[in-house]
């Protein structure tokens, strides 16, 4: 089992920024991967970005690339997304994500077995 708990969302200005916090426990994600995705009302759950936990190589969105940054803290079983040049669409609820087996399909929220509570992202003025 592997819990994971976010922090870090909450209200921001466009051209803001944000860095979420994505704490997991339990089985260890030597050989696994991460990720980031979000979901806006009416509208299904998106890949925004993801990691592989041993390697450090990152996947983006491409609406995110360039703006966001995925990143993690092996020591404390910690993934982060910044998020620079906020705009109002990345309005969402946004999810980590645990994958705790190897998969080249992590844009794809199926592949990941493991999830957080989500925290809420809001961009307006």
């Known amino acids: 089992q592997v819990q994971l708990v976010e922090s870090g969302g909450g209200l921001v200005q466009p051209g803001g920024s944000l860095r979420l916090s994505c704490a997991a426990s339990?089985?260890?994600?030597?050989?696994?991967?991460m990720g980031w995705f979000r979901q806006a009302p009416g509208k299904e759950r998106g890949f925004v970005a993801a990691i592989r936990w041993s390697v450090g190589k990152t996947y983006y969105a491409a609406s995110v690339k360039g703006r966001f940054t995925i990143s993690r803290d092996n020591a404390k079983n910690t993934v982060y997304l910044q998020m620079n040049s906020l705009k109002p669409e990345d309005t969402a609820v946004y999810y980590c994500?645990?994958?705790?087996?190897?998969?080249?399909?992590?844009?794809?929220?199926?592949?990941?077995?493991?999830w957080g509570q989500g925290t809420q992202v809001t961009v307006s003025s």
């Open positions: 994500a645990a994958l705790t087996h190897y998969s080249v399909y992590l844009r794809d929220p199926t592949s990941y077995n493991y």
């Open positions: 339990g089985r260890t994600l030597s050989s696994a991967a």
